[in-house]
């Protein structure tokens, strides 16, 4: 039995600890999901509903040099967060995220979760559902490849807000293409379509009184010449 569809999608961008050369990751450590950023989308409004930041305290790595030039989150910012295992539960009781879709912009959000869930051994909190806009953006648009979300918004003509590689601010310029792309895309319901068409005819009945006034007053300016040209020749 095909399953209903929740109205509410979740958007989310999630920023990890990360390294770049010459900095490398201790012994023991490993890449960790640090900040979830959530954007609720209604999708039959087309609209942001709610958005969130989770910060995330790190349990086997530490905030690098490079990570916090990349995304401006701090070691004393995320020593104040919650523990993965509570974020996981926070998103499943708080935004229902095993019963909604996850959009995400390509497929690294998604793998993050399901390695840090299984490093911690906890339930992944998500369902089956999720969609990769990166993707869908790239075919429906008919790009060679697949852009980043700060070209794919530039390519839209939308403004990208806020901080790039910060999740909260990210997970929101994914909804601004999500809900541009559905807007563009989607199919119009008979409703729609009738206003739509309402629209049109009465356009195109006003040009149509705009084009007979046009005429008529046409007529009247060449009657009157007619007649001051009679009058004329009369006097001659």
């Known amino acids: ?27 023991d450590e490993i890449s960790e999901i640090i900040e979830i ?39 004393d910012m995320v020593d104040q967060g919650m523990v993965y295992q509570a974020a996981m539960t926070f998103l499943k ?29 906890v339930p992944y909190p998500f369902g089956p559902r999720h969609l990769n806009l990166k993707n869908c953006f ?33 997970s929101n310029n994914i909804a601004k293409i999500l809900i541009h792309t559905l807007d563009k895309f989607r199919l119009k319901d008979e409703s729609s379509l009738k206003e739509e068409l309402a629209i049109a005819k009465d356009e195109l009945r006003w040009r149509h009184e705009l084009d007979v006034s046009s005429l008529e007053h046409s007529k009247e300016l060449e009657k009157q010449k007619n007649e001051l040209l009679e009058k004329f020749k009369n006097k001659a």
């Open 1 to 27: 039995m095909p399953r209903k569809l929740d109205h509410n999608v979740l958007v989310i961008d999630v920023e990890s600890t990360c390294w770049e050369e010459p900095e490398k990751p201790g012994k």
């Open 37 to 75: 950023g959530i954007a609720v989308v209604d999708i039959n409004k087309l609209e942001i509903v709610k958005n969130d930041a989770i910060i995330i305290r790190p349990q086997r790595s530490r905030i690098s040099n490079f990570c916090n030039k990349l995304t401006t989150i701090t070691q």
């Open 138 to 170: 790239t075919m429906l648009h008919g790009l060679d490849r697949e852009p980043g979300m700060d070209t794919a918004l530039n390519y839209l003509g939308l403004k990208l807000d806020g901080v790039h590689h910060r999740g909260l601010d990210d």
């Open 93 to 121: 009781r708080d935004y229902e995220s095993s019963n909604r879709t996850f959009v995400s912009w390509g497929d690294y959000d998604r793998k993050m979760f399901q390695k840090n869930c299984d490093d911690y051994n």
